[in-house]
């Protein structure tokens, strides 16, 4: 799987994105390292706080279907610039992935990639304790 396709699966995710409070969506594609691809799209709530972001939609199906190892994720929104995962994203992702690649892509053709450790420097994870 490359990265174009990835970005494509994570802007098909997209348009599954229940948003009608901040009008933002996001779609995330997480490829395993077996090749399987989870899609998610962000999920929110009149509560607000119980809204859920695309990577972690997408990262609670794969660990759901046995998957725990992976290479990399897109994630895809219409933004100005490509969007980054929140912090919380970061540290799930941290947890099963370690320094996968993450892969931000716009609606406009501008993408640009990260390792997870440039985004969660010094994370907290297991060898902390
Ligand atoms: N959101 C994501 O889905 N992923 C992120 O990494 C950042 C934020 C969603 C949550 C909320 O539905 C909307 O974007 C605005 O914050």
Redesign the pocket.
């Known amino acids: 799987m490359d990265t174009e396709n990835l970005i494509k699966l994570a802007t098909e995710a997209r348009e599954n ?1 229940y ?1 009608p ?2 009008n ?3 779609g ?1 594609a997480l490829l395993a390292s077996n090749g399987r691809v989870f899609t ?5 709530n009149a509560t607000y706080g119980l ?7 997408a990262l609670w199906k794969a660990v759901s279907e046995g998957e725990r190892e992976f290479v990399a994720v897109a ?1 895809v ?1 219409d933004g100005e610039r490509p ?4 912090g919380a ?1 970061r540290q799930l992702l941290w947890e099963f992935s370690g320094d996968i690649e993450v892969i931000t892509a716009n609606l406009r053709g501008a993408s640009q990639s990260y390792h997870l450790s440039e985004l969660l420097p010094h994370p907290f994870d297991r060898s902390s304790f």
Do not use: D, H, I
Not at 40 to 44: L, Q, T
């Open positions: 994105a948003a409070y901040s933002f969506k996001v995330a998610g799209c962000n999920v929110e809204t859920v972001c695309a990577e972690r939609v994630v929104a969007p980054l995962p929140c994203c």
